[in-house]
């Protein structure tokens, strides 16, 4: 049991230490080169200088400029589920978006196993519910 604790310790230190770095993602379903840009409640792709309209544009755009992609991939586990697993498993519905909102701005575990999902208190709910969106509403769950 003292061995499993040790484990956990360790885990929960790359975890958090994981988070915080930068990883690079490769991914068929998901462009890298966008950078979002927010001013005055306008969402713009910074590599176009172009006003980003749709619900999925900006929640994809939103998840890059977050912490997402350093422990979760589009179509592999990484450090957390990928994001297809997570379409599998939560149904879009205004039920599953608010649940996973919760999740992603409060943490949590057991879920997914034994590592805990990191808080991320800083990120505001509205965009939390797009990028959340755009999690349950794209190829990641074919």
Do not use: R
């Not at 049991?1 to 885990?11: D, E, G, P, R, V």
């Not at 929960?12 to 915080?20: A, P, Q, Y």
């Not at 991939?73 to 919760?102: M, R, T």
Request: aromatic fraction near 8%; glycine fraction near 6%.
């Amino acid at each position: 049991m003292k061995h499993l604790t040790i484990l956990n310790f360790f885990a929960f230190v790359f975890l958090l230490t994981s988070c915080k770095s930068d990883h690079t993602q490769s991914s068929t379903v998901l462009e890298t080169s966008k950078v979002l840009s927010i001013k005055d409640s306008v969402v713009v792709d910074a590599n176009s200088n172009t006003e980003v309209s749709g619900s999925i544009e900006k929640g994809e755009l939103f998840m890059k400029n977050s912490d997402c992609y350093s422990c979760h991939l589009a179509d592999a586990k990484l450090i957390g589920p990928s994001f297809s697993e997570i379409a599998l498993k939560y149904p879009k519905n205004n039920e599953n978006i608010d649940l996973l909102v919760g999740k992603i701005i409060n943490g949590g575990s057991g879920s997914w196993g034994e590592i805990p999902m990191q808080a991320h208190a800083q990120l505001k709910k509205d965009e939390v519910a797009v990028m959340v969106d755009f999690i349950l509403s794209t190829s990641f769950n074919k």
